[in-house]
């Protein structure tokens, strides 16, 4: 039986940079990832309110899905994992976005078994619907919540949003490499005990 493992999209697979071009150009802004401290955006843009902030961000949601890129290393990694672990993406994105990511995906040819986009970031009933052995997550209360209601381990993908202390069962890794020896280490040591 292969492991199964819950992939969140944006800021994990996608590059968390993904969004700040966009915002620069609209909001004629010059943010880094270093400057957004909180997962709500609008904290790094005071002038904004998060009513014109959002509203926005609905209009431009399609093009800034289709031109995210993809972290570094976060494609090689699951393509090297799609024979050996099942891969259940499940992102806060709504079925509003469901074609652009699928076509992502396929642009960028990176495996899924599966896609699930709940509109919301309350994911933790979706991973637990699929039985998730594994969560991997950039959002700080998200990875938090999982780890401790399913009782999982949940990588945590280290940004600037990110960084309140975590319980021991949240891994913090700083890229796709660390989540990968990561998962070598653990998967691959219970694999071979199941074996016995």
């Known amino acids: 039986m292969k492991y199964r493992f819950g992939i969140d999209i944006d ?5 968390p940079t993904s969004l700040i071009p966009h915002i620069n150009e609209q909001f004629n802004s010059q943010l880094t990832l270093d400057d957004i401290k909180e997962y709500d955006l609008t ?3 005071p002038h904004l309110t998060q009513g014109e902030f959002y509203s926005w961000f609905r209009d431009s949601e399609p093009r800034i899905y289709a031109a995210s890129p993809v972290s570094e290393h976060a494609k ?5 994992w799609k024979d050996q672990y099942e891969l259940y993406y499940i992102s806060a994105r709504g079925d509003n976005v469901r074609d652009i990511t699928l076509n992502w995906f396929e642009e960028h040819a990176i495996a ?4 699930e986009l709940i ?4 994911k933790i009933e979706t991973a637990k619907r699929h039985n998730v052995d594994l969560f ?8 938090v919540e999982i780890a ?21 069962n949240v891994v913090r890794v700083y890229d796709w490499l660390e989540a990968e020896q990561w998962v070598k ?3 691959s040591l219970q694999e071979t005990l199941n074996r016995k």
Not at 11 to 15: C, D, I
Not at 112 to 115: A, P
Not at 119 to 122: A, L, T
Not at 148 to 158: A, T
């Open 11 to 15: 800021g994990t697979v996608t590059s």
């Open 43 to 45: 904290a790094a843009l």
């Open 76 to 80: 090689q990694i699951l393509n090297n």
């Open 136 to 143: 991997f997550e950039d959002k700080h209360d998200n990875a």
């Open 185 to 187: 280490s653990e998967f």
């Open 112 to 115: 899924y078994d599966h896609i």
């Open 119 to 122: 509109g919301s970031h309350k």
């Open 148 to 168: 401790e209601e399913l009782d999982i381990p949940v990588i945590l993908f280290d940004t600037p949003y990110n960084r309140e202390a975590v319980p021991s």
